[in-house]
């Protein structure tokens, strides 16, 4: 089974573990950072999952929101969310491999998408398939696994990921995890080198990119023991990743 049909088996769990992983905050005020105004803008929301994103992205004034996922249980829980709160959102279940174009975007968000290519070729597909559903200097805002994340360095079990394994598959790792959840929620991810993911983005036809690192803003660092981001800054499993057309 896929990570990403994975989903249908972890369904309502992963959204208990958005409400409750530590990490999720950081992530989250990262993302929203790296995206920046969206007012008047078009956005297109690939592994969209339940629509968390999609959907504020949309009441930050987005003046078009499409969300795309393979996994049906998730964009069901999209759908019923949206509609519950009046939002006129698009969600659409398909592979981002295999997906029609679906407009020319201003900007095209993708989080922990990349990390379940389970090639460098399915890799420059994902990022091919976003490249066609931008428009001219409209930009990628992505969030996905850091290249330089090592287990053998620390695991992340406590910010809510717990990484079982990493083996060796096709120059990079394919690290079977589990969500920190009751009971844990089983998935695999894949770490691509830096290497990797810049051919992928030029070969796209990309004309620029840069990393992000989280930001963990005062208020996490207060509500938690002093030294408790220690190890999430030393060896982080997440980072931000913006590309512009």
Request: with cysteine.
């Amino acid at each position: 089974m896929s990570s990403f049909t994975a989903y249908d088996a972890i369904g309502d769990r992963f959204e208990v573990f958005t409400d409750t992983a530590s990490q999720r905050s950081v992530e989250t005020e990262t993302f929203f950072h790296m995206v920046g105004d969206v007012k008047g803008k078009s956005v297109l929301d690939l592994a969209c999952g339940y629509g968390y994103f999609g959907r504020e992205l949309y009441r930050q004034g987005a003046s078009r929101v499409v969300g795309v996922d393979i996994s049906p249980s998730m964009i069901e829980l999209a759908r019923k969310e949206s509609a519950r709160n009046n939002e006129a959102i698009e969600f659409h279940v398909a592979n981002v491999c295999e997906m029609p174009v679906m407009g020319q975007f201003e900007r095209v968000t993708a989080a922990w998408l990349f990390n379940y290519a389970q090639s460098p070729a399915e890799l420059e597909a994902m990022f091919y398939a976003v490249a066609q559903n931008l428009q001219p200097r409209g930009k990628l805002i992505a969030y996905t696994v850091d290249p330089s994340f090592r287990l053998e360095d620390g695991n992340f079990t406590k910010y809510g990921v717990h990484v079982k394994s990493e083996n060796p598959h096709e120059g990079g790792f394919r690290c079977p995890s589990e969500f920190v959840t009751t009971p844990p929620s089983e998935f695999t991810f894949y770490r691509w080198s830096h290497e990797d993911y810049e051919r992928a983005i030029r070969k796209a036809g990309f004309s620029d990119y840069h990393w992000q690192r989280p930001l963990i803003s005062k208020t996490n660092r207060q509500k938690f023991p002093e030294g408790y981001w220690g190890d999430f800054e030393r060896n982080c499993l997440q980072t931000g990743l913006v590309c512009t057309l």
